[in-house]
């Protein structure tokens, strides 16, 4: 199945400072990248996705960037704010083993945005 | 539209108790999963229903995990007998499609002591 390594496990920032999150996959056939984040006491929440056909996304502060050659795909949020701070997920949906398709998650990065 | 709606939000139990946990997708979604939460594993999925239906149970740790989904608006899993390793965060999430763009629940939090 897919396995997803996510660095850094902690980040902190200055406010208005950029941080950015990296995340690697292994399955090659893996073909839909989002990115999720977590606040405390919340269920992860969509905050901006890739697909395989597409190498860079915007949304306002933050975007996402997909190399497919090296497999690896990351998160940037510039001019940071401290209600960024949060538990930040990537995942890549890959064929599961058994009988469809799933997101496996990364472990997550815990983002600190110091004001 | 409310989202997903998981209760009971904490849940503390004894070992060899039975836990059921309870989820409410959103309308109009026809996926279901369900995913479990440690500093340790990070989220791995037990559970992915479509229409109603079980398609992937591969991720449900074993036979004293079992979930259910009677109909588009209800879903249950339950654990019997419980033991302190299940302690955890448990979320549900609902999509429209194939596994994309999940919308997640609050969570429940499972201790068992």
């Known amino acids: 199945g897919e396995n997803v390594e996510q660095h850094p496990s902690t980040l902190s920032v200055q406010e208005g400072d950029s941080a950015v999150i990296k995340c690697t996959y292994s399955d090659s056939a893996s073909n839909y990248f989002p990115w999720y984040k977590q606040e405390l006491g919340k269920g992860p929440q969509l905050i901006i996705d890739?697909?395989?056909?597409?190498g860079e996304k915007k949304d306002q502060r933050i975007a996402v960037t997909l190399n497919k050659t090296a497999k690896h795909f990351s998160l940037h949020i510039t001019e940071t704010q401290p209600e960024d701070s949060a538990v930040y997920f990537c995942?890549?949906?890959?064929?599961?083993?058994?009988?469809?398709?799933?997101?496996?998650f990364g472990k997550g990065t815990k983002l600190s945005v110091i004001p | 539209d409310a989202g997903v709606i998981q209760s009971p939000r904490h849940e503390v139990t004894e070992m060899g108790q039975e836990v059921t946990l309870r989820c409410k997708p959103i309308?109009?979604?026809?996926?279901l999963f369900w995913y479990r939460q440690t500093m340790m594993r990070g989220l791995e999925l037990l559970i992915y229903?479509?229409?109603?239906?079980?398609?992937?149970d591969s991720g449900m740790p074993e036979d004293r995990f079992s979930a259910k989904m009677p109909n588009a608006s209800f879903s249950t899993l339950k654990i019997q007998p419980s033991e302190p390793r299940d302690s955890a965060v448990y979320f549900c999430a609902s999509s429209q499609g194939y596994s994309e763009k999940l919308f997640f629940g609050s969570g429940t939090q499972l201790s068992v002591l």
């Open positions: 890739i697909r395989s056909n597409v």
């Open positions: 309308s109009g979604h026809n996926s």
């Open positions: 995942a890549a949906r890959g064929y599961s083993g058994a009988g469809s398709y799933q997101l496996t």
């Open positions: 229903f479509n229409n109603n239906v079980p398609i992937d």
